[in-house]
């Protein structure tokens, strides 16, 4: 069970953002541009907290001040903000080249009340590329935010499609610039699908953009590769195209998970187990090489490995990472903090999948979001040896207060610099010892 | 008397620096229009994102070493407090201290606090800021949310004033309230002001105060005015609470930057007698020797300022002699706050560069004294008037602008806008550090950085020759300020294309 935190609500130190934030989806989709109907502020903030104090990812095409905004302030806080709204539409479709504007409102917007999608639906009646997804920041955080817009994209935007192709198969899983390596772990999904004969249609990086959404009622089914975050998408596909959907909950990093993985999906699409095994086989192979070549590092190492491992992270990297270092790097679990405040239905299935890491070994999960509450209990506990801190750019601090190690791997990764690395799959497990094992190297042990 | 330190939050620039967002023009003519306080903001049908004040009012606020912040918001205007952690480990490293994470809360506000207000997150996050980071002082930022739901903060503070031992200071800075994120700074040093500065009980006739941003590089401000037998104690950022409550015992006040010092200084000039040095600011040598000559003049120690001045100028002469023959015609456009838009636009032109156009992000026709700032007058008063606009961080105004100028350089300030000059193949500056072209070494060094950036520009050649800009090809072929209107003429009537 996992122990309920102490009930703060408030937050100390920022592991996520708000709902506008995740105006990064919509930067993600190549010819797709933001139009933010939010105050002065919020476009910088989110851009400056996702995109560069993130992995230094960038702005990208239409990004950071390039991203069309209302800037409201006193006026469109007394009066309403429709018409400006209107207003910077129009001229967002004039100035700005995309395929797709999404209009994304932030809490000025949504407390005063303006309909901005009605706004944007009097667009779409002019025949042009508008959608609207109400993000004011006080209604949830970017996970949420992630969804609306979605949501907002398959409902307005999307039109049913006459023939289904086989094979073609819509992936939505981690949520794209919030997960720093959103490309290249995209890219390495993509690749493991190809590799057991699956067509991966990918909306969000390069090779995917609006001629990808405009795919997504072709598909034969939805892959949804995500503890929670999208399912409500995929049951909206569901209603809307009749596709259906395999919701597999682990973000598969190592052999272990990544041929479980792989098995599923092909099971799942009807596709004859030889030929999965037969790319599960060759998939293997070079993880294996590497992994044998530098075992002996990895035994030798056990002098000053990690007692303990530790991860304070979103929901995906805490089970896909504890799955990995559990079962295929022999590592034990510390407890494990889960800070992307998953709602309460949820959370019994993600509790289950820790309590059965492997046949053996569990792992204690407390779900909070508030550092102060994850800092008393790591104060709390007893380490044998150094802990292994798997979380973000603010655990440095506890790490070096605990004498134990420290990676970032989630939001916010300051502390690097990342392009197209990925943590998934059989090569993502690889980078992710890598990267561990670097640090082990790099300190004096 | 403009600095009011008797109500809870200090006026937004707009009412009280007649500060403007949009203008197209020339320096003389927004001096002289200064002058006559008669320019109105033009406005724009078209905008790209900008700023707002919590981020200034919090940049600030969250870097004094003892003191708290709670963010009374959505989580959403917390996020920059990451940008502010990285801040607080540069400032760390540079003075050899140990590294912490900020003391920094974010109420979390949510659709629940939009309908029933958000006082017991308040309370809560008040509470457990002073038990877990045992702060001096707990600094209240305000954000939309809670002033659009009109949250009474300080009569929540006031509740917890018995409870909580330490000062609880609310900080108005709504981002809504002003187009002019500056207004941030300004309601962080109004909570200063009017909660921790004590009246002086004796002046220290050698201490100086510097207001700058990070102060990386001031060991060279420890150095010139060392040689004075001053010392400086820079500000606010690093400072302690009890340093901050003692800022008045100085002798005067020195800023980087007249956008950033302009409320402090002045604030401490009027009410706790703290002259404030209103020169041009250190940038370059004309900048220092005015810096120098200013505070020489107020402290009675002309001839020594002289001196150093005389020396510390020769020192240079080789060098900038050999810089000014490099660089000599190259053409550069500037994008930068206003304090600095117009010391660089007069530093670089010392390099013997070419200052094509001048574009500040904002313009405050007055400074808190009540002048226009020296440095666009300073600049009024050569005979060459150079193009500027007032521009608010919009890049598809810069972007044609660039492209219609072609200037062999671009140099900015403002995170995020180095890139878009670079994506047109133009070799760009970014200045992130305030001590970039500080007094006379730093005007020899940011020489050579300039030097050294026109040597090399294949990175923003390949990236130029490489990608597509985000704009439509109409957009591409229009006047860059085709957005920007006339102020408007009658209230509520918006002018939506007027071509200025």
Same mark, same amino acid.
């Given at each position: 069970?996992?122990?309920?935190?102490?009930?703060?609500?408030?937050?100390?130190?920022?592991?996520?953002? %708000?709902?506008?934030?995740? /105006? #990064?989806?919509?930067?993600?989709?190549?010819?797709?541009?933001?139009?933010?109907?939010?105050?002065?502020?919020?476009?910088?903030?989110?851009?400056?907290?996702?995109?560069?104090?993130?992995?230094?990812?960038?702005?990208?095409?239409?990004?950071?001040?390039?991203?069309? %905004?209302?800037?409201?302030?006193?006026?469109?806080?007394?009066?309403?903000?429709?018409?400006?709204?209107?207003?910077?539409?129009? #001229?967002?479709?004039?100035?700005?080249?995309?395929?797709?504007?999404?209009?994304?409102?932030? %809490?000025?917007?949504?407390?005063?009340?303006?309909?901005?999608?009605?706004?944007?639906?009097?667009?779409?009646?002019?025949?042009?590329?508008?959608? %609207?997804?109400?993000?004011?920041?006080?209604?949830?955080?970017?996970?949420?935010? #992630?969804?609306?817009?979605?949501?907002?994209?398959?409902?307005?935007?999307?039109?049913?499609?006459?023939?289904?192709?086989?094979?073609?198969?819509?992936?939505?899983?981690?949520?794209?610039?919030?997960?720093?390596?959103?490309?290249?772990? /995209?890219?390495?999904?993509?690749?493991?699908?190809?590799?057991?004969?699956?067509?991966?249609?990918?909306?969000?990086?390069?090779?995917?953009?609006?001629?990808?959404?405009?795919?997504?009622?072709?598909?034969?089914?939805?892959?949804?590769?995500?503890?929670?975050?999208?399912?409500?998408?995929?049951?909206?596909?569901?209603?809307?195209?009749?596709?259906?959907? !395999? #919701?597999?909950?682990? !973000?598969?990093?190592?052999?272990?998970?990544?041929?479980?993985?792989?098995?599923?999906?092909?099971?799942?699409?009807?596709?004859?187990?030889?030929?999965?095994?037969?790319?599960?086989?060759?998939?293997?192979?070079?993880?294996?090489?590497?992994?044998?070549?530098?075992?002996?590092?990895?035994?030798?190492?056990?002098?000053?490995?990690?007692?303990?491992?530790?991860?304070?992270?979103?929901?995906?990297?805490?089970?896909?990472?504890?799955?990995?270092?559990?079962?295929?790097?022999?590592?034990?679990?510390?407890?494990?903090?889960?800070?992307?405040?998953?709602?309460?239905?949820?959370?019994?299935?993600?509790?289950?999948?820790?309590?059965? /890491?492997?046949?053996?070994?569990?792992?204690?999960?407390?779900?909070?979001?508030?550092?102060?509450?994850?800092?008393?209990? /790591?104060?709390?506990?007893?380490?044998?040896?150094?802990?292994?801190?798997?979380?973000?750019?603010?655990?440095?601090?506890?790490?070096?207060?605990?004498?134990?190690?420290?990676?970032?791997?989630?939001?916010?990764?300051?502390?690097?610099?990342?392009?197209?690395?990925?943590?998934?799959?059989?090569?993502?497990?690889?980078?992710?010892?890598?990267?561990?094992?670097?640090?082990?190297?790099?300190?004096?042990? | 008397?403009?600095?009011?330190?008797?109500?809870?939050?200090?006026?937004?620039?707009?009412?009280?620096?007649?500060?403007?967002?949009?203008?197209?023009?020339?320096?003389?003519?927004?001096?002289?229009?200064?002058?006559?306080?008669?320019?109105?903001?033009?406005?724009?049908?078209?905008?790209?994102?900008?700023?707002?004040?919590?981020?200034?009012?919090?940049?600030?606020?969250?870097?004094?070493?003892?003191?708290?912040?709670?963010?009374?918001?959505?989580?959403?205007?917390?996020?920059?407090?990451?940008?502010?952690?990285?801040?607080?480990?540069?400032?760390?490293?540079?003075?050899? &201290?140990?590294?912490?994470?900020?003391?920094?809360?974010?109420?979390?506000?949510?659709?629940?606090?939009?309908?029933?207000?958000?006082?017991?997150?308040?309370?809560?996050?008040?509470?457990?800021?002073?038990?877990?980071?045992?702060?001096?002082?707990?600094?209240?930022?305000?954000?939309?949310?809670?002033? =659009?739901?009109?949250?009474?903060?300080?009569?929540?503070?006031?509740?917890?004033?018995?409870?909580?031992?330490?000062?609880?200071?609310?900080?108005?800075?709504?981002?809504?309230?002003?187009? &002019?994120?500056?207004?941030?700074?300004?309601?962080?040093?109004?909570?200063?002001?009017?909660?921790?500065?004590?009246?002086?009980?004796?002046?220290?006739?050698?201490?100086?105060?510097?207001?700058?941003?990070?102060?990386?590089?001031?060991?060279?401000?420890?150095?010139?005015?060392?040689?004075?037998?001053?010392?400086?104690?820079?500000?606010?950022?690093?400072?302690?609470?009890?340093?901050?409550?003692?800022?008045?015992?100085?002798?005067?006040?020195?800023?980087?930057?007249?956008?950033?010092?302009?409320?402090?200084?002045?604030?401490?000039?009027?009410?706790?007698?703290?002259?404030?040095?209103?020169?041009?600011?250190?940038?370059?040598?004309?900048?220092?020797?005015?810096?120098?000559?200013?505070?020489?003049?107020?402290?009675?120690?002309?001839?020594?300022?002289?001196?150093?001045?005389?020396?510390?100028?020769?020192?240079?002469?080789?060098?900038?002699?050999?810089?000014?023959?490099?660089?000599?015609?190259?053409?550069?456009?500037?994008?930068?706050?206003?304090?600095?838009?117009?010391?660089?636009?007069?530093?670089?032109?010392?390099?013997?560069?070419?200052?094509?156009?001048?574009?500040?992000?904002?313009?405050?026709?007055?400074?808190?004294?009540?002048? =226009?700032?020296?440095? =666009?007058?300073?600049?009024?008063?050569?005979?060459?008037?150079?193009?500027?606009?007032?521009?608010?961080?919009?890049?598809?105004?810069?972007?044609?602008?660039?492209?219609?100028?072609?200037?062999?350089?671009?140099?900015?300030?403002?995170?995020?806008?180095?890139?878009?000059?670079?994506?047109?193949?133009?070799?760009?500056?970014?200045?992130?550090?305030?001590?970039?072209?500080?007094?006379?070494?730093?005007?020899?060094?940011?020489?050579?950085?300039?030097?050294?950036?026109?040597?090399?520009?294949?990175?923003?050649?390949? &990236?130029?020759?490489?990608?597509?800009?985000?704009?439509?090809?109409?957009?591409?072929?229009?006047?860059?300020?085709?957005?920007?209107?006339?102020?408007?003429?009658?209230?509520?009537?918006?002018?939506?294309?007027?071509?200025?």
């Amino acid at each position: 069970m996992a122990k309920a935190a102490k009930k703060i609500k408030v937050i100390e130190q920022v592991r996520y953002s %708000c709902a506008l934030a995740a /105006l #990064h989806s919509v930067l993600a989709i190549d010819r797709a541009v933001p139009i933010l109907h939010a105050g002065p502020g919020c476009g910088q903030r989110l851009s400056t907290a996702l995109s560069t104090t993130n992995g230094y990812q960038g702005t990208g095409y239409a990004g950071g001040h390039a991203m069309p %905004c209302t800037n409201s302030t006193e006026a469109e806080v007394i009066f309403g903000g429709e018409k400006k709204l209107k207003e910077l539409i129009t #001229h967002s479709l004039e100035v700005m080249d995309a395929d797709l504007y999404v209009v994304l409102t932030g %809490c000025t917007a949504d407390i005063v009340g303006d309909d901005s999608t009605e706004v944007a639906r009097g667009f779409q009646k002019q025949g042009k590329p508008v959608v %609207c997804a109400q993000t004011g920041g006080f209604s949830g955080n970017n996970f949420v935010g #992630h969804e609306l817009i979605l949501g907002a994209i398959i409902d307005q935007y999307l039109q049913p499609s006459e023939e289904i192709e086989p094979g073609l198969v819509n992936v939505f899983s981690i949520v794209p610039y919030y997960d720093a390596f959103w490309t290249g772990n /995209l890219e390495e999904i993509r690749k493991l699908l190809e590799a057991i004969g699956l067509k991966a249609n990918i909306i969000f990086g390069p090779g995917g953009g609006v001629d990808a959404l405009n795919k997504v009622p072709k598909a034969q089914f939805n892959l949804l590769l995500s503890p929670w975050i999208g399912l409500t998408n995929v049951k909206q596909l569901e209603e809307k195209f009749k596709t259906p959907y !395999l #919701h597999y909950p682990v !973000l598969p990093i190592g052999p272990t998970e990544t041929s479980k993985f792989l098995r599923a999906v092909g099971k799942y699409a009807g596709l004859p187990s030889e030929q999965v095994e037969a790319s599960i086989a060759e998939l293997e192979k070079p993880y294996d090489y590497y992994i044998e070549r530098s075992a002996d590092y990895l035994l030798q190492a056990r002098v000053g490995l990690p007692s303990r491992f530790i991860t304070i992270s979103d929901s995906f990297y805490a089970l896909g990472i504890s799955k990995f270092l559990v079962n295929d790097l022999g590592l034990l679990p510390g407890t494990q903090f889960i800070i992307d405040n998953i709602p309460a239905k949820y959370q019994a299935d993600l509790e289950e999948e820790f309590k059965d /890491l492997s046949p053996t070994i569990s792992a204690p999960v407390v779900f909070t979001n508030d550092s102060g509450t994850i800092r008393e209990k /790591l104060r709390e506990t007893k380490f044998r040896g150094k802990p292994l801190i798997l979380g973000s750019a603010w655990d440095q601090m506890i790490a070096k207060e605990l004498n134990g190690y420290q990676l970032s791997v989630s939001f916010p990764a300051a502390d690097r610099f990342i392009l197209n690395s990925t943590y998934i799959g059989y090569n993502g497990a690889l980078r992710l010892a890598e990267d561990i094992f670097s640090v082990l190297v790099s300190s004096n042990y | 008397m403009s600095i009011n330190l008797t109500t809870p939050e200090a006026q937004i620039r707009e009412n009280r620096l007649s500060s403007i967002t949009g203008y197209k023009g020339s320096i003389k003519d927004l001096a002289a229009q200064a002058n006559g306080c008669s320019l109105k903001s033009g406005e724009r049908g078209f905008t790209q994102t900008t700023a707002c004040s919590l981020g200034c009012a919090q940049g600030q606020l969250v870097l004094i070493k003892d003191a708290a912040v709670v963010g009374h918001s959505a989580i959403g205007c917390g996020s920059d407090t990451i940008q502010s952690n990285i801040n607080n480990r540069r400032g760390q490293f540079s003075r050899e &201290l140990e590294y912490t994470n900020i003391n920094y809360i974010n109420t979390n506000m949510t659709e629940e606090a939009t309908v029933f207000g958000g006082a017991a997150k308040l309370r809560e996050g008040i509470r457990e800021a002073y038990r877990r980071f045992n702060p001096k002082v707990i600094f209240v930022t305000t954000s939309c949310v809670s002033g =659009i739901i009109g949250e009474n903060v300080s009569g929540i503070l006031d509740g917890l004033a018995e409870e909580i031992p330490v000062p609880l200071v609310p900080v108005h800075c709504e981002g809504f309230r002003s187009k &002019l994120w500056a207004s941030g700074f300004d309601a962080a040093f109004h909570a200063i002001l009017t909660y921790i500065v004590k009246p002086a009980e004796k002046k220290n006739p050698n201490l100086i105060n510097i207001i700058n941003f990070s102060g990386i590089g001031r060991k060279e401000v420890v150095r010139l005015l060392g040689r004075l037998g001053l010392v400086p104690q820079f500000l606010v950022q690093f400072t302690t609470v009890d340093q901050l409550s003692k800022i008045s015992e100085a002798a005067a006040t020195l800023s980087f930057c007249g956008t950033l010092g302009s409320y402090l200084a002045s604030g401490l000039e009027e009410h706790f007698g703290v002259p404030y040095i209103k020169s041009l600011q250190p940038h370059g040598v004309a900048g220092i020797n005015s810096w120098l000559r200013e505070l020489g003049k107020v402290l009675g120690r002309e001839e020594e300022v002289e001196k150093l001045i005389a020396e510390e100028t020769a020192a240079i002469v080789p060098e900038l002699e050999e810089l000014r023959e490099k660089l000599k015609g190259k053409r550069v456009v500037i994008g930068m706050g206003p304090s600095f838009s117009q010391n660089y636009t007069r530093l670089l032109q010392e390099l013997a560069l070419e200052v094509v156009w001048a574009a500040s992000w904002h313009f405050d026709q007055r400074h808190d004294y009540g002048e =226009i700032p020296a440095t =666009i007058l300073d600049l009024a008063k050569n005979e060459k008037d150079i193009s500027a606009c007032v521009s608010e961080l919009q890049v598809h105004e810069i972007n044609n602008l660039l492209r219609q100028l072609k200037p062999d350089l671009f140099v900015c300030r403002h995170p995020g806008m180095a890139i878009w000059s670079a994506k047109l193949g133009i070799p760009t500056i970014f200045i992130n550090d305030e001590y970039q072209s500080f007094g006379y070494q730093g005007l020899i060094n940011f020489g050579n950085r300039v030097a050294d950036t026109l040597a090399n520009p294949t990175f923003v050649q390949y &990236l130029a020759s490489k990608i597509k800009l985000p704009y439509t090809n109409w957009w591409l072929e229009q006047d860059a300020f085709t957005f920007l209107g006339e102020a408007p003429p009658k209230k509520k009537e918006r002018i939506t294309k007027a071509v200025v």
